[in-house]
């Protein structure tokens, strides 16, 4: 794949400003999440965007240090630092536990308060209030009770996700 290379990215720039156009230039750039492409066939491929009317610039990434090609693939790059107290495994399963307990609680509410909010939506049709008389009132309060259970629903995704990363 054709990265976008510094002198692409201000050719590209300085055709943008009216500069003279060179053949790098006069390529398309297509944007494919995160990474810059100039390759159409590629960028069609996996389904890249084309970048029309911005500037492009392209930073470089840091360069891994000569120590970092010794460390094995499975360690973690921040490792603990050596003076830290390492944790007892019956105290690392007894937080587990207790962070476990905390995840189990949060979820029972999260999915209680899920029915509540449920029960009172009634299917997209709740009970009009003395107050909404105006029905542009009513419509908000149904959006905003919507989007209350769309948040909850989004809450207790995470909190099923966060309880099976400690299984």
């Known amino acids: 794949m054709h990265h976008v290379s510094f002198s692409t990215a201000l050719l590209c720039a300085a055709a943008l400003l009216g500069g003279t156009l060179s053949a790098a ?10 990474e810059y492409t100039n390759n159409a066939s590629q960028a069609q491929a996996r ?13 470089p990434g840091t360069r891994p240090s000569p120590g970092d090609a010794l460390r094995a693939p499975s360690t973690p790059a921040a490792a603990s630092p050596l003076g830290a107290p390492r944790v007892d495994t019956n105290d690392q399963r007894a937080r587990d536990a207790d962070a476990r307990a905390i995840l189990e609680a ?4 999260a999915e209680a308060r899920q029915a509540e909010l449920l ?19 009513y419509l908000d309060r149904v959006a905003a009770m919507k989007a209350s259970i769309a948040r909850n629903e989004s809450d207790i995704a995470g909190i099923r996700r966060e309880l099976e990363r400690l299984k």
């Open 25 to 34: 230039a006069q390529d398309r750039i297509y944007r494919c999440g995160n």
């Open 47 to 59: 389904g890249c965007k084309l970048v029309e009317g911005a500037n492009v610039t392209v930073v």
């Open 106 to 109: 949060e979820l029972r509410r």
């Open 119 to 137: 029960k009172e939506y009634n299917n997209g049709e709740p009970e009009r209030q003395g107050g909404e008389r105006n029905y542009q009132k």
